[in-house]
């Protein structure tokens, strides 16, 4: 098994992860990866969530970057990116990370998002399946700004016990059509695997990635990226990681690959 990417790797600025960027460098470069991409979420200047980097830390956190990349030259590829949460009229901000502060890539990662009326909805909160399809129109008016590489953990919202219903059928659609139309790739999310395996109401799974989902995707022809989501250091090719390859590659899913 040979995994030569990962987008998708958070560091201790975020308050909820360990290691430094130096410490996942040197876990990918062991592993034989040759574009590792750093995405730790990115601070908002007026809103406070927790759980973020802190808006100082920016400068050193992308110097960090420029330093390991500069370290690796010539064996692996370091990026630097954030993953943010799409929310409307902060525009400016992912405009500043990826022009004055030349961050090369953001992730969309929806944990918090707006309805249609602007209220905020926490992913983490949810209760009604109702609010899935408000969660999947938020991806797609995310991925749409054109701010975004793709969105991480599009199912994220499977994480609760709500069942499948029909509202679930419509969320995974309105996602669908949003990738096709928009031509963006979806993420599989190992650390979702990382989580186990659960009893549901509909069956025994992943609190995410979800089948029914990925199956959706497939049909569609949609490219999908797997990312290790990493919190760790020691996570960013392990064995969930290769799971997560094997379980694509079993689906027939259609991989995203170093150009
Ligand atoms: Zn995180
Ligand atoms: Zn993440």
Same mark, same amino acid.
């Given at each position: ?12 600025? !975020?308050?909820?992860?360990?290691? *430094? +960027?130096? &410490? $996942?460098?040197? %876990? ?8 590792? @991409? ?12 927790? !759980?973020?980097?802190?808006?100082? *830390? +920016?400068? &050193? $956190?992308?110097? %960090? ?8 030259? @010539? ?185």
């Amino acid at each position: 098994m040979n995994i030569e990417y990962n987008l998708h790797t958070h560091t201790k600025r !975020c308050h909820h992860a360990g290691g *430094d +960027v130096k &410490d $996942y460098a040197a %876990e990918a470069a062991k592993a034989g990866i040759k574009v590792l @991409g750093m995405s730790d979420h990115g601070p908002f200047k007026d809103f406070f969530p927790g !759980c973020r980097m802190d808006f100082e *830390d +920016v400068e &050193d $956190y992308r110097q %960090e970057c420029l330093a390991v990349r500069e370290e690796y030259k @010539g064996r692996m590829d370091l990026k630097i990116g954030f993953e943010y949460e799409y929310i409307r009229s902060r525009d400016a901000l992912y405009e500043e990370m990826l022009t004055k502060y030349q961050f090369e890539y953001l992730v969309l990662g929806q944990h918090f998002f707006e309805d249609r009326s602007g209220n905020m909805l926490y992913v983490y909160q949810m209760d009604d399946t109702q609010e899935i399809i408000e969660y999947a129109l938020s991806v797609n008016e995310g991925m749409k700004t054109g701010y975004f590489k793709f969105a991480a953990h599009p199912d994220l919202i499977f994480m609760h016990d709500l069942g499948w219903d029909i509202n679930c059928d419509r969320a995974c659609d309105i996602i669908v059509d949003g990738a096709v139309k928009g031509g963006y790739m979806l993420e599989y999310n190992a650390n979702g695997l990382r989580r186990g395996i659960g009893q549901f109401k509909d069956g025994e799974r992943y609190q995410y990635p979800h089948r029914k989902m990925f199956e959706r995707i497939r049909e569609a022809g949609i490219e999908v990226i797997i990312n290790s989501d990493c919190h760790q250091p020691e996570q960013v090719a392990d064995e969930e990681m290769v799971k997560a390859y094997k379980m694509c590659e079993e689906m027939g899913l259609k991989l995203y690959e170093l150009k």
